[in-house]
C-alpha cells in the first residue's frame, strides 16, 4: 500500500500543471522593474524602483512664515529609490536590495561588465543624471551624479564594447547669446549623450538636436564602433523622430530629422545581424491611437523598411531585441477602452507579425524592458497592477518563443525519481544505474563494447531501441527544463605496443566512434519532429580513458569500454 501511495504521488508530481514563471512583488505603494539582464550564472538580476520615506528630516523647531515653504520642506521626505532583484530559475528570489543613495532617484536601465557586476542608470528627482557600478554582489561600487546645471533625464543606459556605457538622455537648456552655443544648449531641450569607460572615468559629455526641444531616447554601437541615436524633436504641434550618427568620440556626423503630420515617439533602437539597425517607433494614427511603426535602416541612414503594425487597440513597443534566427520579439503595451495590458508581439525579418499576445489583469498592466536568454527564452519586466490595492507591482515574466508564458523548471531531484520510476525495471536486473546527477551508466557487461570495437552489436542496438525511446519520450515531454543530452564513448587504457601518447589519441579516437555510433542509432530511430529537437541538445564526446572504471583501485578494463549518458537541465 506505502508502495502504491508513493508510486501515485510521483506520477501526480510529473503530470501536474507546471507553475508559470511569473513573479510579482508586493510593496508598499506604486512601484514596478524597468530592465533586466541574465548572469553568468544564468540567474536574473532587474532593476526598479520603489517608494521610500525619510523619518526625522524635519529639523527641530523650524518655523516657517508661508505654505510653499513648509511643503517644500516635506517634498524631500518621500521620493523613489533604486530597487535591485536577483530571481532563480524556479522563480527563488535569491537577492533584492534598495541602493540606499544620498538623493531619491529612478533607475532607467541595467547592463553587465565584463567581471559580472552591472553598471545602473538614472537620475535623481531633483534633476541631476545618475550611473552607478556594482560588483556581481550588488554592492556599490562607486556612484556618480552628472549632468548640467540645468533640469537633466537619462532615458538609457547602453552597453559598449570597450567594457563602457553611453549615457542617453536629454537637458533642459538655458540658452545665453553670449556663451558658446553648444554649452549653453541648442535648442528649448538637447539631446545629452555622455560617454564613459569601463572604469567609471567620464570621457566625454556633448548635446545634440536642432533649435526646436530634442530628447534622446535610445543609442546602439555599429560595427565601426560609431554609435547610432534616436530621439524627438517637438515643435508647434509636431513631435517627429529624429535619427543621428556620431563616431565613437562624439563628433556628430549625421543627422536626420524625419517630418510627419503624425505624432512619432521612439522608443528602442537595436543593431540587426545584417549590421542594419531597426528603431521601434509609436505613432498616433487618425483616431489619436498609438500604433507600433518600425523603421529599418542602414549606417548611412538610408530607409531600408518603414513598416506600420496596425492593432485593434492603441499599442506601442517599449523594447525590441532579435533573436538568433532573425525573428523580432517586441514588449511594451496595448490599451482598449476599459484597461492597460502588457503586450507582447513576435515578427519575422520582413518585419511581418506571426504573433501577438496580451498579459495581466483588469487594471493597468505594461512591460517596460525584454531580454532573450541562452536558452532562446525571454524575461520581460514591468508593473502590474494590484485589483485590490490599485497600487502597481514589480513584475518579471518569462516568455517561450511562441510568447506563452514559461514554466518553472522542476528540480533536479523529482527528474532523478521520475528517471528511476521509468527504469524500474532495468535498474532491478542490473542494466544500468541512474545517479542524483541524472547521469546513466550501463552495467550489463553484455552491452560493453570489445577491445578496439566501436559499431553496435545486435544485443547493444536491441537495448538501446528500448532504452531510447523511453528515454527521448520522456525528455521530450519535459523539453522546456532540458537543456542538454550527452552521449560520452569510454575506452580502457590498454592499447598494445604503442607508447602514452600514441595509446591516449588512438583510445581518443576509439572514445569517440563509441560515442558517435551510439548518438547516431538513438536519433535516427525518431520521426523528423524529433530528430530537430534532439539537433539541438545532443552532444556527442570521447572521454578516451580519463574516466575508467575501478574496483578496489585496479581498473576494470571491461566495464571502462562503454557509453554513458546524462541529461543537463536549464538552471
Known sequence: MKYILTLLILISSIHAKQEDYSIIIDEPFNNALVDVVQNYDRTLTAVGFVKSFKTNSQKTGTSYTNAFDYLSSLSNDNGSQIHLVKVSNTTKIDDRKSLQLSNFSEATAITKTPKNGYFVGGYTLKGSLLIIKMDSHGNILFSKEFGTSDNNRLNNLVALRDGG???????????????DVFESGLGLSDIYLTRFSSSGKQLWSKKYGTKNDDHGFDAVEASDSSIMVTGQTKYENFKNVILMRISEHGDKLWLNQYKSEKQTTPHKIIRLKDNNFLASLSEQD????????LLKFDILGNILIDKDIHTNYSSQLKDIKEYSNSNIIGVGSVKDRYNTDALSILLNSELDMLAQEHFGDENYDSFNRVTILN???????????????????????KLNEDLSISQVSPKSIDFYEALCELFKYEISSHKLEIKEDLSINLIDKALYFKTSEYKLTAIQEKFLKGFSTKLIDFMYKYKESINSFEINGHTSSEWAGVDFEASFLNNEKLSMNRSFSTLSYMYKNNPSNIQKWLSEILKGSGMSFSKKVTFQEKEDKEKSRRVSFKIILNK
Open 375 to 397: 536558452d532562446s527564452k525571454a524575461v520581460a519586466v514591468g508593473l502590474n497592477t494590484n485589483n485590490n490595492s490599485q497600487e502597481s507591482n514589480m513584475w518579471l515574466v
Open 286 to 293: 487618425d483616431l489619436r491611437k498609438d500604433q507600433v511603426r
Open 165 to 179: 556605457v553611453l549615457a542617453v538622455g536629454s537637458s533642459t537648456t538655458t540658452r545665453s547669446y553670449h556663451t
